[in-house]
């Protein structure tokens, strides 16, 4: 099993639309959580961490499931701004190395 | 806002050449990333560093080497270039006293050896 593991899509989905990626990890000792988003040919940038309780920043939801050891990321009201790839990252057991999930990629069309 | 720095956005060498790139970060982070993004292969580790003077192999670190002697600077050395480190290599940096703020990354150097 990988370390991460995502769904690399294409999500296609129309504008408005609700879209959730999930994200799988393999080491139960991760204790750190994001989510990033990557535009074509440009730089990852952090879109938002990931906390136990879950937690929400405007349309978009992360949540984290120990048990299952999984991350989701909930997009509501789609915007076409939203296309990309999004990126799962999830630090190596205690360490404070990320390892990143090989993205899962969002097109949003009018 | 965490500034890093990469000193190329592209750049061409041929095939034996020893190549540098720079990264610089203007926060006083301890911790230092060097990947490479392939398509289909996602982020893949080269070097870490979580101090001055300190540096950790990561998943690949074959062909490559790392300096860092300011802790602002992490510089990525190709010490033979070879048409498959063809790629886009990306910094990143982080402070390992605050985890849940992420990793800050640079914009990219896309290296093509010929």
């Known amino acids: 099993r990988k370390e991460v593991e995502q769904d690399p899509g294409p999500f296609n989905v129309p504008e408005g639309a609700t879209v959730a990626f999930n994200c799988t990890y393999s080491?139960?000792?991760?204790?750190?959580f994001f989510w990033y988003r990557q535009d074509c040919r440009k730089e990852p940038k952090l879109l938002m961490s990931?906390?136990?309780s879950g937690n929400e920043d405007g349309r978009f939801t992360a949540q984290l499931n120990r048990a299952s050891q999984y991350i989701s990321l909930l997009i509501r009201d789609s915007k076409l701004s939203d296309s990309a790839t999004y990126l799962c990252?999830?630090?190596?057991?205690?360490?404070?190395?990320?390892?990143f999930g090989r993205g899962t990629s969002l097109i949003v069309h009018p | 806002d965490v500034k890093v720095t990469q000193s190329s956005r592209y750049l061409v060498k041929r095939t034996g050449e020893k190549v540098f790139l720079e990264c610089v970060q203007d926060?006083?982070?301890?911790?230092m990333f060097w990947y490479r993004q392939d398509p289909g292969l996602g982020l893949r580790l080269i070097y870490f560093?979580?101090?001055?003077?300190?540096?950790e192999k990561g998943d690949i670190p074959e062909g490559y080497s790392v300096s860092r002697e300011k802790k602002e600077r992490f510089s990525l050395i190709l010490e033979s270039a070879s048409t498959n480190q063809t790629s886009m290599y990306l910094c990143?940096?982080?402070?390992?006293?605050?985890?849940?703020?992420?990793?800050?990354f640079g914009s990219g150097t896309r290296l093509t050896v010929v």
């Open positions: 560093s979580y101090d001055v003077k300190m540096k």
């Open positions: 990252v999830v630090n190596r057991g205690g360490s404070y190395i990320p390892t």
């Open positions: 990931v906390y136990s």
């Open positions: 926060m006083d982070h301890e911790n």
């Open positions: 990143a940096s982080s402070n390992p006293g605050g985890q849940s703020y992420g990793y800050t």
């Open positions: 080491n139960s000792a991760s204790q750190s």
